[in-house]
């Protein structure tokens, strides 16, 4: 019959015998008769060492966490899709592009030599913006502002034909407007 020591080898946590009949080992008071005694400072060890593994998983996560943050506060966050192949040539209508991304899409469209007709809702604003992307771009090619309320169905079908009337061909339609709800 296997003993105290064997016991332990095998499972790794001290064992002070079952105490029955048979059982060779003694309990902590070396009587066969403390059936299933283990003892305090055996479970206090086993919890040790969960509580170990758990605050070095949880420190790795921690700092698994820190590292992505910085990663994309400092380098995602100015990472911007650019491209060198030229536009030069292209004509481009972008719908939305007083403002957010149909802006910045005329920007970069812009310093790569598209042509563009910013279809737009508001007169004041996209003004605005084609005097800045000129400002930046002053090498750029025409830049046109296209009256587009996308609300109203007159609106858009008489921008349709302004265009169709004014343009002997278009390459891209960017349909960006919208809200992001
Ligand atoms: N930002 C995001 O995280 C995100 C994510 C997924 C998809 N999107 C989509 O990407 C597009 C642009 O998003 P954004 O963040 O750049 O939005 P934004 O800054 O609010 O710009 C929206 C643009 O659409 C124009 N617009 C809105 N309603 C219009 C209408 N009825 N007729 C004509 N133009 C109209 C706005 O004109 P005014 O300047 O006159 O208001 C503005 O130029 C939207 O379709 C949005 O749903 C955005």
Redesign the pocket.
């Known amino acids: 019959m296997e003993c105290v020591e064997d016991r332990e080898a095998l499972h790794g946590v001290a064992y002070k015998g079952t105490g029955e009949s048979g059982d060779s080992c003694p309990g902590p008071t070396g009587r066969a008769d403390d059936a299933g005694h283990v003892n305090g400072d055996s479970i206090i060890m086993a919890l040790e060492d969960w509580a170990v593994a758990l605050v070095v998983i949880g420190s790795v996560l921690a700092v698994m966490c820190l590292l992505s943050f910085v990663y994309y506060w400092f380098v995602l966050r100015y990472r911007v899709a650019s491209s060198s192949v030229s536009m030069k040539g292209k004509t481009i209508i972008i719908?939305?592009?007083?403002?957010?991304?149909?802006k910045a899409t005329a920007l970069g469209l812009a310093r790569r030599g598209a042509r563009l007709i910013l279809a737009?809702?508001?007169e004041e604003?996209t003004a605005q913006v084609i005097s800045e992307i000129k400002q930046k771009v002053p090498q750029g090619p025409e830049i046109l502002y296209r009256h587009?309320?996308?609300?109203s169905l007159q609106s858009v079908r008489k921008c349709a034909e302004q265009i169709t009337r004014e343009e002997s061909h278009i390459d891209t339609l960017i349909n960006?407007?919208?809200?992001?709800i």
């Open positions: 719908t939305g592009a007083s403002s957010g991304i149909g737009c809702r508001n604003k587009l309320d996308l609300a960006n407007a919208g809200r992001h």
